[in-house]
């Protein structure tokens, strides 16, 4: 890409632009450094061997021998620690450096009081003026903002062009009418709003003759003095004000939120950490955190009897699973009425490219043996065309691409899924795992003047 300097000919912005427009952007962090890992682990790779040069191929045999004779461990030496929370129905990790390491090493988790990235610390820090960089949260929030105010600035120009046309075509064909009103408004006293006469109206007018909205929201801002507006809108005024005992003693009272399906893939797929309960100490078995979060994923929660293969931790931990091992980052999708979004590196780098929704599908003949098990598959699967209709054109004007994952539900009676219900069983989870099947369909609005042949 080529850039033009003033002294190429480009014309300065500098006397048409304000100065707010023009100043340098605050520098942001470099996100290709702090997110270099996809995931809380280390890596040891062998070095490139090139076979013409000798001083590689050395290189790469002292590093095979060495890695050989000591081995090199991809986890840490100590496991993260995180609580299971029935109320919140989610996974807590109240270490920071933790909750640091789980987010920038594969975006996992999100701040209790933010809504992504763990980031109160620093928008409260900002508030009291110690800091001056500003958060993903607080740049989405002005952004809003601007737009919100561009858009009212745009509504409030073609009203005033509709009010002066208005005015002057009734000022030019009313005025008997108006003398009229004027006249029989002698007998009444005062006259009212509704028998108001040109000149009444003109009162009304700004100087540059358009209608002035009393209920206007920028009339009411621009009516505040300067000296009436609060300590923190001034940026210099409030560092003044601020203690910098009180500022030293600001306590982090954010803590990272680990839905079950991700804390389940730290446990069970990576290994990095271990979740405790609330009542002790003591560290979950993968086993007992499996049939924990199956129970908890009912509402209200079910006992571990009454568990099936369906169970919605299941359906939702084997999409995640699926993704995941593609290098997918996976996140949540509630935001835009879907289960999962996709993103290629992380929601720092660029938006999602696909929303996820996972949708059970029995196909096994052991789910439709009787009618009423018949009848409640129906239940189950059924979909409305309006329901898919309004989640594709929901996905379409955000410029994400519909994934439907069908989820493959093994029948109900399997040795595999009924011994994962006993806590004391050392099962294999992966079998267990293997007995589903996951098939994506992409779904697309066909759009008549952009599908054309």
Not at 189 to 194: E, I, K, R
Request: hydrophobic content about 35%; some cysteine.
């Amino acid at each position: 890409m080529s850039h033009i300097t003033p002294n190429e000919g480009s014309v300065s912005l500098a006397g048409t632009l304000p100065k707010a427009a023009i100043q340098s952007r605050p520098s942001r962090p470099n996100y290709n450094v702090l997110h270099a890992l996809p995931l809380p682990l280390s890596i040891h790779p062998l070095p490139p061997l090139i076979p013409h040069n000798p001083l590689s191929v050395i290189y790469f045999a002292y590093t095979y021998l060495y890695q050989l004779i000591v081995p090199l461990s991809s986890h840490r030496k100590t496991k993260l620690k995180a609580s299971f929370s029935s109320e919140t129905q989610s996974v807590h990790v109240t270490d920071q450096n933790a909750a640091r390491v789980l987010w920038e090493c594969g975006f996992f988790g999100k701040g209790n009081l933010s809504r992504s990235e763990p980031s109160w610390l620093d928008r409260e820090r900002r508030r009291r003026g110690i800091v001056v960089g500003e958060t993903s949260e607080e740049v989405t929030r002005r952004r809003r903002e601007e737009r919100r105010e561009f858009k009212k600035k745009r509504a409030r120009k073609e009203r005033e062009t509709i009010e002066t046309a208005l005015k002057e075509e009734k000022l030019s064909t009313s005025d008997d009418l108006l003398v009229q009103l004027t006249d029989a408004s002698k007998f009444l006293g005062d006259p009212s709003p509704a028998l108001r006469t040109s000149k009444d109206t003109d009162d009304l007018l700004t100087s540059n003759g358009t209608l002035l909205d009393s209920c206007d929201p920028a009339h009411i801002v621009s009516s505040v003095t300067e000296d009436s507006r609060m300590p923190f809108l001034d940026s210099g005024e409030y560092h003044a004000e601020v203690d910098a005992e009180q500022d030293m003693l600001i306590g982090n009272q954010e803590h990272l939120q680990l839905t079950f399906e991700e804390a389940f893939f730290l446990t069970y797929g990576l290994g990095i950490i271990e979740v405790e309960n609330t009542e002790n100490t003591e560290p979950l078995t993968t086993n007992t955190l499996l049939t924990l979060f199956r129970v908890h994923s009912h509402f209200p929660s079910c006992t571990p009897s009454d568990l099936r293969p369906d169970d919605p931790f299941l359906i939702s931990y084997v999409v995640y699973h699926h993704f995941r091992s593609l290098g997918w980052v996976v996140r949540s999708g509630i935001k835009f009425a879907v289960d999962y979004l996709l993103y290629n590196r992380g929601p720092v780098f660029s938006h999602a490219e696909f929303a996820v929704i996972v949708l059970p599908s029995y196909h096994h003949p052991c789910w439709r043996e009787t009618t009423g098990q018949d009848i409640d598959i129906k239940k189950r699967e059924s979909k409305s065309w309006w329901w898919l209709h309004c989640v594709n054109r929901v996905q379409s004007q955000v410029k994400k691409s519909l994934v439907l994952a069908y989820v493959e539900i093994p029948p109900p009676r399997t040795t595999v899924v009924e011994d994962c219900l006993d806590d004391h069983s050392e099962t294999d989870i992966s079998q267990m795992l293997k007995s589903y099947r996951v098939r994506e369909m992409i779904v697309r609005r066909w759009i008549p003047n952009r599908s054309r042949d």
